[in-house]
T-cell receptor, first 113, second 110 residues
């Protein structure tokens, strides 16, 4: 399987609890942010995005919060399920376009029954 | 629809050997990308192609070449592999702001 998660910070939660995954981004000029989920042995999958003119966006069981003052992004997962176990990456469009996204190192989410 | 397909999934090379990673997408996307992923690090962009016939360097292009063969296919070539190129490589294509990734190619250079 993939070794990408071995050296990452890990968040352990109980099934049914809410999870909060945090990300600090680097460029105050970034105006678009995305969260990706990567399951073991697979490529990253888009979860949710947010533009800098918003501070909150909700999807199905997920919410992204953006705090531009402190350059912080968070992903909240409600009622976490075993299928949510994965590595989660935030990304920003540091150059202002979509072609050169800057990805964070990731956080591993482990959901325990 | 297969989405983004990468081959091979696994490859072991000796230092100095060459190889090409193949990528194809069936979503009619204009933009395609090659990333590498190393333990404890985020995805890093190697090269991208904003449209058929164009390619541009990303963050870590040294040691790699790319070819946008047609709208569907974007290949990544290692002319003389080095141990530092041991990594998992991901191809992606883009629709508006969303990237669609392949399942990855694990390359080990001995």
């Amino acid at each position: 399987g993939e070794s990408v998660g071995l050296h990452l910070p890990t968040l352990s939660v109980q099934e049914g609890d809410n999870s909060i995954i945090n990300c600090a981004y680097s460029n105050s000029a970034s105006d678009y942010f995305i969260w990706y989920k990567q399951e073991s042995g697979k490529g990253p999958q888009f979860i949710i995005d947010i533009r800098s003119n918003m501070d909150k966006r909700q999807g199905q069981r997920v919410t992204v919060l953006l705090n531009k003052t402190v350059k912080h992004l968070s992903l909240q997962i409600a009622a976490t399920q075993p299928g949510d176990s994965a590595v989660y990456f935030c990304a920003e469009n540091s150059s202002g376009g979509y072609n050169k996204l800057i990805f964070g190192a990731g956080t591993r989410l482990a959901v325990h029954p | 629809n297969a989405g983004v397909t990468q081959t091979p999934k696994f490859q072991v090379l000796k230092t100095g050997q060459s190889m090409t990673l193949q990528c194809a997408q069936d979503m009619n996307h204009n933009s395609m990308y090659w990333y590498r992923q190393d333990p404890g690090m985020g995805l890093r962009l190697i090269y991208y192609s904003a449209s058929e016939g164009t390619t541009d360097k990303g963050e870590v292009p040294n040691g790699y070449n790319v070819s946008r063969l047609n709208k569907r296919e974007f290949s990544l070539r290692l002319e003389s592999a080095a141990p530092s190129q041991t990594s998992v490589y991901f191809c992606a294509s883009r629709s508006l702001a969303e990237l669609f990734f392949g399942e990855g190619s694990r390359l080990t250079v001995l």
